[in-house]
């Protein structure tokens, strides 16, 4: 059993009820167990700046999916959403990122291929995963650095 934690964003349309309608999709799939959210929280956009607030959340997912089929599901979900990718961190109906993993022994996993990157590579620069991220473990800990004093950093 793998422990996902997943991004989520949504800044077109009626976002609060993508975010809801995708946790209950991925909630009822055979092999996605203990899925818990964060408080949903609006932010700022990142990146390409020039678009909509987003509403933001991260999920901790158990799962027995690898993680390339778990990316399937996600993808799936973002398409019911008719998410379209036309701008490069541009608005969408959903976003749902894979943004850390640990392996069934709680081992960070590491991917680094075409269609996924794991750790992602700006989840521990974005106070909009990491604050979610805090509310779901408090302990979290990237590259000996706890979540708490990246925050702090971040917020300097």
């Not at 996902?4 to 995708?22: H, K, L």
């Not at 992602?120 to 408090?138: A, G, I, N």
Request: charged residues 20%.
């Amino acid at each position: 059993m793998y422990t996902y934690y997943i991004s989520v964003g949504s800044n077109i349309g009626n976002r609060r009820q993508f975010i809801v309608d995708a946790y209950a999709s991925l909630s009822i799939h055979p092999q996605v167990h203990n899925i818990t959210s964060s408080s949903i929280i609006e932010t700022e956009p990142w990146g390409y700046t020039k678009q909509d607030v987003f509403l933001n959340a991260v999920w901790r997912v158990s799962s027995a999916l690898e993680p390339h089929e778990l990316l399937d599901v996600l993808q799936s979900l973002e398409c019911e959403a008719q998410r379209k990718r036309d701008i490069h961190w541009g608005p969408r109906t959903l976003d749902l990122d894979i943004v850390y993993a640990l392996s069934d022994g709680g081992a960070c996993m590491s991917i680094n291929d075409e269609r996924l990157v794991i750790p992602h590579p700006y989840f521990w620069d974005r106070l909009f995963v990491l604050e979610p991220l805090m509310e779901l473990d408090k302990e979290f800990t990237y590259n000996g650095q706890s979540i708490g004093d990246r925050i702090q950093t971040l917020k300097a």
